[in-house]
């Protein structure tokens, strides 16, 4: 079971309450997610486009702009490369309209997953090359490729590097020595002597950077290129980053301007996905519009979600939506069948034993190791690598924990690696198929995990009994939005609350809501999304199966349960009531 640990943060509630015009509670929640200050707090509650960074502070980026100033002059052939996923995709199309706004002569390639595998590589080299490229601009991937770099440098070629990734290091004694591609520009943010404020950009954010930077020192108007953070915002939630500072205002501003995006593609997509455009929210670009452009990359071309972005008809937009959402759902029935295969290996097998999961899937679908790799460290909460045969030897992708850096664990075991990058929370690598067992074993064996490190910890905001929800609790908590990864929502606990009766809901049955009671014996309607099953195990265990039986009939004597939960409000035919909605339970 998980672990339950509550959050006391401490601060001046009160000066913060009246400073900002918010209630203590609320004070509270922000502290609890580590905004310290009054200007950071004023910056968290009302931040705007204006308080974002100056890019010109990254490191190199008066070089990078200084040189693709000149070749946009000389009107030399300029080629974006991207990468394949969500992020690469919107970094490609952020760099290609804002060259375009530019006057520039430029195109683009992104690697085919299956046969170039992930970034730069020669196969894309060789075909800048045959089409008079002069200048590659990379994007989303670049950092790690200095043998490639060196190649197309070899061949006389302009090479700018923009990334957002973990610079590659080989360890000396206690310190480490990194490792930069000698391009004639690196832009990243995580490089150690780039003195930009954030270093959690994704690809795309530091793409957008470099458009405003030149724009600028071109003496156009960069504000014409803020439609672009509708792009920003999708890749900042799609690739998982921490919602935190300038992520956070990005993906404020950009799903406002996606409310009323002009951009066709996008509309299409919302449209045939069924996205309630008016309510918009991080939910929807991570789990409905970003797998249907992460599924172009994974089972066809990311071409065609770029193709997508860049559609000027709105048959042709609707088209390419149509053929994204059908290759999504195929993924779906995949991923599916690959996760059951995954947990039939892991319970058969020592492998759960493990503190590293090291699962060898040989007929997966190498594109879908990341989702399946996620799956699994869901169930068992232990960093997980997934690994597939690939074309030429194995691929693999890994997914981490909190309290495990899994690029700098890679980093240490890259002997049995062909090739390998990432960050903290996730990294893909490739390897030959002889060197599973050894990397398993040697990946766990330098592996310093603890038994409290591998409990999952369910972090607590408030102990708060249900009766005190209310409609101006909900309307305040929106002002923490928006959520996701480093910004979660508001966690609240009650101990020992009452459950009266349950109902099984949805296609597969697997959605409960229960009414449960407060100590004022006022009634309230708790949803719980988290699977039937579990809860009923959990439920017969505790109290026996005439007892769920009894909540299922609304007949039997009422069950308590500590629960940890979030409220909100649910607007069915007109009527609008305030909902919990239950998130654990024990």
């Known amino acids: 079971?998980?672990?339950?640990?509550?959050?006391?943060?401490?601060?001046?509630?009160?000066?913060?309450?009246?400073?900002?015009?918010?209630?203590?509670?609320?004070?509270?929640?922000?502290?609890?997610?580590?905004?310290?200050?009054?200007?950071?707090?004023?910056?968290?509650?009302?931040?705007?486009?204006?308080?974002?960074?100056?890019?010109?502070?990254?490191?190199?980026?008066?070089?990078?702009?200084?040189?693709?100033?000149?070749?946009?002059?000389?009107n030399a052939k300029i080629r974006i490369i991207g990468d394949y996923d969500i992020d690469g995709i919107q970094s490609t199309y952020i760099l290609l309209e804002g060259f375009r706004m530019l006057g520039?002569?430029?195109?683009?390639?992104?690697?085919?997953?299956?046969?170039?595998?992930?970034?730069?590589?020669?196969?894309?080299?060789?075909?800048?090359?045959?089409?008079?490229?002069?200048?590659?601009?990379?994007?989303?991937?670049?950092?790690?490729?200095?043998?490639?770099?060196?190649?197309?440098?070899?061949?006389?070629?302009?090479?700018?590097?923009?990334?957002?990734?973990?610079?590659?290091?080989t360890e000396i004694g206690a310190g480490r020595r990194y490792i930069l591609p000698e391009a004639d520009a690196v832009v990243d943010p995580k490089q150690e002597d780039c003195t930009y404020p954030f270093k959690g950009l994704c690809g795309a954010a530091v793409a957008y950077k470099l458009v405003e930077a030149l724009m600028e020192a071109m003496g156009k108007d960069a504000e014409d290129a803020d439609y672009l953070m509708e792009n920003v915002a999708i890749a900042t939630i799609g690739d998982v980053m921490d919602l935190v500072d300038e992520n956070r205002i990005f993906v404020k501003q950009g799903l406002d301007m996606l409310k009323r995006t002009e951009n066709l593609g996008l509309k299409a997509l919302m449209e045939c996905t069924g996205v309630n455009v008016d309510k918009l929210s991080p939910y929807h670009i991570g789990f409905v519009i970003g797998p249907c452009m992460n599924a172009s990359g994974r089972l066809d071309t990311a071409k065609r979600?770029?193709?997508?972005?860049?559609?000027?008809?709105?048959?042709?937009?609707?088209?390419?939506?149509?053929?994204?959402?059908?290759?999504?759902?195929?993924?779906?029935?995949?991923?599916?069948?690959?996760?059951?295969?995954?947990?039939?290996?892991?319970?058969?097998?020592?492998?759960?034993?493990?503190?590293?999961?090291?699962?060898?899937?040989?007929?997966?679908?190498?594109?879908?190791?990341?989702?399946?790799?996620?799956?699994?460290?869901?169930?068992?909460?232990?960093?997980?690598?997934?690994?597939?045969?690939?074309?030429?030897?194995?691929?693999?992708?890994?997914?981490?924990?909190?309290?495990w850096h899994m690029y700098e664990g890679l980093n240490r075991v890259k002997h049995l690696l062909s090739k390998f990058g990432g960050h903290k929370m996730a990294a893909g690598l490739s390897m030959r198929e002889e060197d599973v067992e050894p990397f398993r074993q040697k990946i766990n064996e330098i592996c310093t995990l603890t038994e409290d490190d591998l409990q999952e910890k369910i972090h607590i905001d408030v102990p708060m009994p249900v009766s005190y929800v209310s409609f101006r609790l909900v309307e305040e908590l929106e002002l923490l939005e928006p959520f996701?990864?480093?910004?979660?929502?508001?966690?609240?606990?009650?101990?020992?609350?009452?459950?009266?009766?349950?109902?099984?809901?949805?296609?597969?049955?697997?959605?409960?809501?229960?009414?449960?009671?407060?100590?004022?014996?006022?009634?309230?309607?708790?949803?719980?999304?988290?699977?039937?099953?579990?809860?009923?195990?959990?439920?017969?265990?505790?109290?026996?199966?005439?007892?769920?039986?009894?909540?299922?009939s609304g007949k039997g004597s009422p069950l308590y349960f500590d629960v940890v939960y979030y409220p909100g409000v649910n607007t069915w035919q007109g009527n609008t009531k305030l909902q919990l909605v239950m998130q654990q339970y024990r």
């Open 1 to 74: 079971m998980e672990n339950w640990v509550l959050l006391r943060k401490g601060a001046d509630f009160q000066h913060i309450s009246e400073k900002f015009h918010i209630s203590p509670r609320v004070a509270s929640l922000i502290r609890n997610r580590d905004v310290i200050g009054d200007d950071a707090i004023e910056k968290y509650l009302n931040g705007t486009i204006v308080d974002l960074y100056d890019g010109m502070l990254m490191k190199d980026m008066d070089k990078a702009v200084a040189v693709l100033g000149e070749k946009i002059k000389e």
């Open 104 to 169: 520039a002569d430029v195109d683009s390639d992104i690697p085919d997953r299956m046969k170039d595998g992930y970034g730069l590589n020669r196969n894309l080299i060789d075909r800048a090359l045959e089409a008079d490229v002069d200048t590659i601009i990379t994007c989303d991937n670049g950092i790690a490729a200095a043998e490639e770099i060196a190649y197309a440098k070899s061949m006389g070629m302009t090479i700018v590097v923009t990334d957002h990734h973990e610079v590659p290091y």
């Open 305 to 403: 979600a770029l193709e997508l972005l860049e559609a000027k008809k709105v048959a042709e937009a609707d088209l390419l939506a149509g053929d994204l959402k059908a290759l999504n759902d195929s993924r779906k029935d995949m991923t599916a069948q690959a996760i059951e295969e995954a947990f039939i290996q892991v319970e058969n097998s020592e492998l759960k034993d493990a503190d590293v999961l090291v699962v060898y899937l040989p007929e997966c679908h190498e594109s879908l190791a990341g989702i399946v790799a996620g799956r699994i460290r869901e169930k068992y909460y232990r960093p997980v690598f997934l690994l597939t045969k690939g074309a030429e030897g194995l691929k693999g992708s890994g997914r981490s924990i909190e309290t």
């Open 484 to 552: 996701g990864t480093g910004n979660s929502k508001p966690v609240f606990a009650q101990k020992d609350l009452k459950f009266v009766s349950a109902r099984a809901l949805g296609k597969a049955g697997n959605v409960l809501r229960f009414t449960v009671e407060d100590s004022e014996q006022k009634r309230w309607e708790m949803m719980y999304f988290g699977g039937k099953d579990n809860f009923e195990a959990y439920a017969a265990e505790k109290y026996g199966q005439t007892a769920l039986d009894g909540l299922y």
